[in-house]
Protein backbone atom coordinates (compact mmCIF):
# COMPACT_ATOMS: atom_id res chain seq x y z
CA UNK A 1 0.00 0.00 0.00
CA UNK A 2 1.17 3.02 -0.82
CA UNK A 3 2.13 6.09 1.75
CA UNK A 4 2.63 9.49 2.55
CA UNK A 5 6.00 9.00 3.18
CA UNK A 6 6.76 6.92 0.75
CA UNK A 7 5.11 9.70 -2.08
CA UNK A 8 7.14 12.79 -0.23
CA UNK A 9 10.58 10.30 -1.03
CA UNK A 10 9.73 9.87 -4.50
CA UNK A 11 9.32 13.96 -4.66
CA UNK A 12 5.80 14.40 -4.72
CA UNK A 13 4.39 17.18 -3.34
CA UNK A 14 1.79 15.49 -1.37
CA UNK A 15 0.66 18.76 1.29
CA UNK A 16 -0.39 20.55 -1.95
CA UNK A 17 -1.95 17.24 -3.45
CA UNK A 18 -4.03 16.41 -0.05
CA UNK A 19 -4.71 20.48 -0.35
CA UNK A 20 -5.91 20.12 -3.71
CA UNK A 21 -8.44 16.89 -2.49
CA UNK A 22 -10.16 19.20 0.37
CA UNK A 23 -7.41 18.05 3.09
CA UNK A 24 -8.74 14.52 2.36
CA UNK A 25 -5.29 12.43 2.87
CA UNK A 26 -7.55 9.23 2.10
CA UNK A 27 -9.01 10.69 -1.29
CA UNK A 28 -5.65 11.68 -2.41
CA UNK A 29 -4.23 8.16 -1.71
CA UNK A 30 -7.34 6.98 -3.72
CA UNK A 31 -6.22 8.76 -6.90
CA UNK A 32 -3.00 8.55 -7.00
CA UNK A 33 -3.46 4.89 -6.42
CA UNK A 34 -4.69 4.93 -9.77
CA UNK A 35 -1.62 6.56 -12.17
CA UNK A 36 -0.38 2.67 -11.96
CA UNK A 37 -3.05 2.08 -14.15
CA UNK A 38 -3.56 4.82 -16.37
CA UNK A 39 -3.26 4.31 -20.30
CA UNK A 40 -2.68 7.79 -21.20
CA UNK A 41 1.37 7.76 -20.15
CA UNK A 42 1.39 4.60 -23.29
CA UNK A 43 -0.84 5.98 -25.44
CA UNK A 44 0.85 9.34 -25.27
CA UNK A 45 3.84 7.59 -26.26
CA UNK A 46 2.24 5.59 -28.75
CA UNK A 47 1.00 9.04 -30.11
CA UNK A 48 4.39 10.84 -30.71
CA UNK A 49 6.00 7.95 -32.32
CA UNK A 50 3.49 7.59 -34.67
CA UNK A 51 3.91 11.83 -35.52
CA UNK A 52 0.13 12.17 -34.42
CA UNK A 53 0.73 15.61 -32.44
CA UNK A 54 -2.75 16.96 -32.37
CA UNK A 55 -3.62 13.27 -30.27
CA UNK A 56 -0.57 13.14 -28.20
CA UNK A 57 -1.13 16.60 -27.13
CA UNK A 58 -4.50 15.42 -25.95
CA UNK A 59 -2.90 12.85 -24.06
CA UNK A 60 -0.48 14.86 -22.46
CA UNK A 61 -2.33 17.59 -21.79
CA UNK A 62 -5.04 15.17 -19.51
CA UNK A 63 -1.74 13.53 -17.93
CA UNK A 64 -0.82 17.45 -16.82
CA UNK A 65 -3.71 18.01 -15.58
CA UNK A 66 -3.95 14.99 -13.52
CA UNK A 67 -0.40 14.96 -12.03
CA UNK A 68 -0.50 18.57 -11.38
CA UNK A 69 -3.53 18.46 -8.89
CA UNK A 70 -1.83 15.10 -7.73
CA UNK A 71 1.42 17.29 -7.30
CA UNK A 72 3.06 14.27 -8.53
CA UNK A 73 6.31 15.98 -9.76
CA UNK A 74 9.24 13.81 -11.11
CA UNK A 75 6.61 12.93 -13.71
CA UNK A 76 4.59 16.05 -14.07
CA UNK A 77 7.93 18.50 -15.42
CA UNK A 78 8.52 15.97 -18.56
CA UNK A 79 4.81 15.95 -19.23
CA UNK A 80 4.80 19.36 -18.66
CA UNK A 81 7.62 20.08 -20.99
CA UNK A 82 5.77 17.58 -23.87
CA UNK A 83 1.71 19.80 -23.50
CA UNK A 84 3.84 23.03 -24.21
CA UNK A 85 5.91 21.66 -26.94
CA UNK A 86 3.21 19.77 -28.28
CA UNK A 87 0.63 23.11 -27.97
CA UNK A 88 3.05 25.16 -30.08
CA UNK A 89 2.82 22.66 -32.77
CA UNK A 90 6.78 21.53 -32.43
CA UNK A 91 7.92 19.27 -34.47
CA UNK A 92 10.57 17.86 -32.44
CA UNK A 93 12.51 15.13 -30.89
CA UNK A 94 10.52 13.81 -27.38
CA UNK A 95 12.21 10.96 -26.89
CA UNK A 96 14.50 12.42 -24.01
CA UNK A 97 11.04 13.69 -22.34
CA UNK A 98 9.63 10.26 -23.18
CA UNK A 99 12.25 8.41 -21.67
CA UNK A 100 12.41 10.88 -18.14
CA UNK A 101 8.09 10.16 -17.94
CA UNK A 102 9.09 6.68 -18.54
CA UNK A 103 11.47 6.27 -15.92
CA UNK A 104 10.08 8.80 -13.30
CA UNK A 105 6.38 6.27 -13.82
CA UNK A 106 8.64 2.81 -13.41
CA UNK A 107 10.08 4.78 -10.19
CA UNK A 108 6.10 5.39 -9.42
CA UNK A 109 5.14 2.11 -9.65
CA UNK A 110 7.53 0.59 -7.86
CA UNK A 111 6.28 2.28 -4.99
CA UNK A 112 3.24 -0.24 -5.13
CA UNK A 113 5.28 -3.35 -5.12
Do not use: W
Not at 15 to 21: H, N, P, Q, V
Not at 69 to 93: F, G, H, Q, W, Y
Amino acid sequence: MITIDALRAYGANVDEGIARCAGKEELYLKLVGRIPDDKGFGALRDAVESGNLDAAFEYAHGLKGVLANLSLTPMLEPVSRITESLRAKEDRDYSADLNEMAEAKVKFDELFT
